[in-house]
């Protein structure tokens, strides 16, 4: 069944929405990606686990930075897991605390 945004899927046991990758979600989550977004992500990750490789790679960014808290927050209102949500704006705010 067609959507304005997106289509539905229809089967016996379930209904699917499949749409289209917002494309902040897509800079911070494409495999692969070097996009700064995805870096500052990464960079949070490896802050986690106590890697001195987050600051090598926040430093990697650093003229970019605003824009990649911006993707990320960007990339969290689209997203409908809470989880994830948290995540991303847990990221957006490591940067101050990273370098």
């Known amino acids: 069944m067609p959507e304005i ?9 379930t209904c699917e929405f499949l749409y289209r990758v917002p494309g902040s979600s897509e800079k911070v989550f494409r495999p692969g990606s070097t996009s700064p ?19 090598e790679s926040i430093r990697s960014i ?7 808290v911006d993707v990320c927050v960007e990339a969290a ?21 990273l370098n």
């Open 62 to 68: 650093k003229p970019d930075l605003a824009s990649a």
């Open 37 to 55: 977004a995805a870096i500052l992500y990464d960079a949070a990750d490896q802050f986690d686990k106590r890697s001195p490789k987050a600051d």
């Open 77 to 97: 209102g689209q997203e409908w897991e809470p989880t994830w949500q948290r995540k991303l704006l847990n990221v957006s705010q490591s940067p101050g605390t």
């Open 5 to 13: 945004d997106g289509i539905r899927i229809f089967s016996g046991e």
